[in-house]
């Protein structure tokens, strides 16, 4: 093996983390998290259309639209595991959060993101952060090797100082 297929290898390892293969919202189209989305900065959402922390899809956008040419990137995953708030079928989703709050931040199949129904992806996240979704809009973010480096609340804002900062951080440093 020559010494640039080596280095090529080792660029495309894939963290146990985003070792995961999704559906994007509404297709067909399977998104290998490692490889789509390998040296970003990843912050993942659980969401729903039907709840008071919704308008934070605003937020999310804002959050993509500014760093995302810096290599960050929101990855949306509906849910209806919180009081019902996510009912609708992902062509409903889809349109709600396009229409509404004009969403172009990736969205994801619709999951479970607690419990024992909960996606493997999800799973994984509660276990290395040891916490699991409290409720809709909780954040993990993770760094572009594929670390989990911080898990957040539903109550902290897309706009929160601290949030940004470990973005800022994460996006000058690596």
């Known amino acids: 093996m020559s010494a640039l297929s080596f280095m090529s290898t080792l660029s495309y390892a894939c963290s146990t983390l985003l070792d995961y293969e999704l559906r994007a919202l509404n297709t067909e189209q399977?998104?290998?998290?490692?490889?789509?989305?390998?040296d970003q900065v990843i912050l993942v959402v659980n969401t729903a259309s039907k709840c008071g922390f919704t308008p934070q899809y605003e937020g999310l956008e804002a959050l993509y639209e500014r760093y995302k040419a810096q290599g960050l990137v929101v990855l949306g995953f509906p849910s209806n595991d919180f009081a019902g708030q996510e009912p609708g079928n992902e062509?409903?989703?889809q349109d709600f959060c396009r229409l509404t709050y004009g969403v172009k931040f990736p969205m994801m199949e619709k999951v479970h993101v607690r419990g024992t129904q909960a996606h493997p992806f999800y799973q994984a996240l509660a276990q290395v952060s040891g916490e699991a979704p409290q409720w809709n809009f909780h954040k993990y973010l993770i760094n572009r090797k594929g670390e989990l480096v911080s898990s957040f609340p539903s109550q902290v804002e897309p706009d929160d100082p601290s949030l940004l900062k470990q973005i800022q951080n994460l996006l000058a440093t690596e």
């Open 30 to 38: 399977k998104v290998k998290l490692c490889e789509h989305y390998a």
């Open 91 to 93: 062509t409903q989703i």
